[in-house]
């Protein structure tokens, strides 16, 4: 299904429950998203988004890490999109006036063996096309930064912590 989440054409006031999943990060204008949600949700019933916040942690550091994470966050607000929205939903859900906001954060941190370790890696891996045709890095480079950045990764001593998840809830009056 194809669609647009901002004006999705379903009746107002017709869910219980509306949801979204690493939706608004995505997108530029997260509010008008919002607005649908509680559009959408019924006098009494609940509006929840699990959100992401960039934190892009490796430990210890290491330059390929830091070189990819500074193309992938020029990538991102290029498009208009808030690799920090995370932290923004709360404020969000509050100024589309939703009552009873609640946030909890959750910070996972991922270990060797899981592919969740390079979560990060492969964001930028998808947005290669994009980081070529902007010039941003050569094909060489890119390659190069990668493989450094996943070696480095291979350490079990290496901390990756890439995101803070944040699940805020709200209920519209």
Sequence with gaps: MHGDARRTGLPSSSLDLVHARLLLVNVPEPHEIVAE????????????CEEVDGLFLC???????DRLTEVFLAVYGQDGADIHCGRRVPGLFQDAGLVDVGVEARAD?????TAQRFVHLNLVRALRPKILQRGLLDETA????DRAARHHLDDPATV?????YFLVWGRKP
């Design 37 to 48: 949600m509680v559009r959408l949700a019924k006098p009494g019933g609940w509006v929840a």
């Design 59 to 65: 430990q210890p550091p290491h330059p390929a890490w």
């Design 160 to 164: 990756v912590l890439p995101f803070i």
């Design 142 to 145: 890119l390659d190069a930064l």
């Design 109 to 113: 941190v991922f270990p060797i063996g």
